[in-house]
């Protein structure tokens, strides 16, 4: 059974002590391919260092994660675009709105989700989006730039039917991650409603662990337990739940 994992943060200072374990379990349970959200330029020698040390498996994005986005965040941008001139990337992430914490920086996060989606057209690759406190932000965002060369992930998809489909309208697949298994986390009472073709794993490790390790630090190897969460709510084989997200995947980035 072969899994991926669309969004994990496997350069956090949270795994120095045994990242090369936690990438082991992953490996052991099936997942083959780790795709890496970037935060900003202060992780990327990390991130280097990462695929370095698993070059088949690691996957790197480049891009401005919507909280770092802050008085200087066209510099941030100008680091991105030297980057993307120089070697290849999976995709522009984590991009978007978080408005979670202040509204202090809203029109710098709007502005740097904007260039960011230019880049990605411009490149050819696909968006994985941060929405936190959000969503209308986004979406306004997004119809703004809608079309065929928009497509990619809407991360952690928190929000509701009604909202689930505003996104898979703009060419998104759904992150599903921990918040799936969460009693309070809602989108299993109507994740049934939404084809399974648009929907792909992640863990956002070291966040958001499922249960039940909520409250504790994330792994990849936890995709397993959102997969068979998956396999329940969709009343469907485990293997087949992994093989079609993992070929969703595929499709957005790439082999």
């Known amino acids: 059974m072969k899994l991926v994992d669309t969004h994990t943060h496997l350069y956090s200072d949270q795994f120095d002590d045994d990242r090369a374990e936690v990438v082991q379990r992953a490996l052991d349970s099936g997942i083959e391919t780790f795709y890496i959200p970037a935060i900003d330029s202060s992780q990327n020698e990390a991130m280097f260092a990462l695929e370095k040390q698993f070059p088949d498996s690691m996957r790197l994005m480049t891009g401005l994660h919507p909280t770092h986005a802050k008085d200087d965040y066209k510099k941030e941008l100008s680091i991105i675009e030297d980057l993307l001139a120089k070697r290849e990337f999976c995709a522009i ?3 978007g709105m978080d408005l979670y914490w202040d509204k202090q920086y809203i029109e710098q996060q709007r502005d740097a989700f904007v260039q960011q989606i230019l880049l990605a057209k411009k490149y050819k690759l696909p968006i994985a989006i941060h929405c936190r406190e959000a969503f209308d932000e986004v979406f306004e965002v997004l119809e703004e ?3 065929d060369d928009l497509y990619g992930v809407f991360h952690c998809f928190t929000g509701t039917l009604e909202q689930a489909n505003l996104a898979i309208s703009y060419n998104l697949k759904l992150g599903i991650g921990g918040v799936v298994t969460f009693k309070n986390g809602k989108i299993d009472k109507f994740l049934d409603q939404i084809p399974l073709s648009e929907i792909v794993l992640e863990t956002d490790a070291p966040y958001l662990a499922p ?7 994330n792994e990849s190897s936890y995709v397993q337990l959102i997969a068979e969460k998956l396999s329940f709510i969709y009343d469907l084989p485990l293997e087949e739940i992994a093989k ?3 070929q969703n995947a595929t499709d957005i980035f790439g082999k």
Do not use: D, L, N, W
């Open 145 to 147: 730039h809608k079309g």
């Open 244 to 246: 079609i997200t993992t």
């Open 93 to 95: 992430g984590e991009i």
């Open 211 to 217: 249960s039940p390790f909520r409250g504790k630090r």
